[in-house]
């Protein structure tokens, strides 16, 4: 499956804990990737400094949904699952 194009999901939803360009620290769930452009596309796609992270993300049909809100809420539950206050 490929990422539906404009969608950005995953560059929003999901927290990513090592430094990403342009974002030293990492970036928080909720908040949205400053390297994710007006329309939805990430400015540093396929560049040398794409972060590893990001480039392990695969698209699947159970993330993705048929659209950009299902893939929010789906990585935002995920999210919520697996942050370590939540895991008892």
Same mark, same amino acid.
């Given at each position: 499956m490929?990422?539906?194009p404009?969608?950005? $999901?995953c560059c929003?939803?999901?927290?990513?804990s090592?430094?990403?360009?342009?974002?030293?620290?990492?970036?928080? $769930?909720?908040?949205?990737?400053?390297? @994710? $452009?007006e329309?939805?596309?990430?400015?540093?796609?396929?560049? =040398?400094d794409y972060?590893?992270?990001?480039r392990?993300?695969k698209?699947?049909?159970?993330?993705?949904?048929?659209?950009c809100?299902? $893939?929010?809420?789906? @990585?935002t539950? @995920?999210? =919520?699952?697996?942050?370590?206050?939540?895991?008892?």
């Amino acid at each position: 499956m490929n990422c539906r194009p404009g969608c950005g $999901a995953c560059c929003i939803a999901i927290s990513i804990s090592s430094p990403i360009p342009g974002m030293p620290g990492g970036k928080p $769930a909720g908040v949205r990737c400053v390297n @994710l $452009a007006e329309g939805n596309t990430c400015t540093i796609h396929r560049r =040398k400094d794409y972060p590893k992270v990001c480039r392990g993300l695969k698209p699947a049909e159970e993330m993705c949904g048929t659209k950009c809100e299902e $893939a929010v809420a789906y @990585l935002t539950e @995920l999210e =919520k699952q697996t942050h370590p206050d939540s895991i008892d």
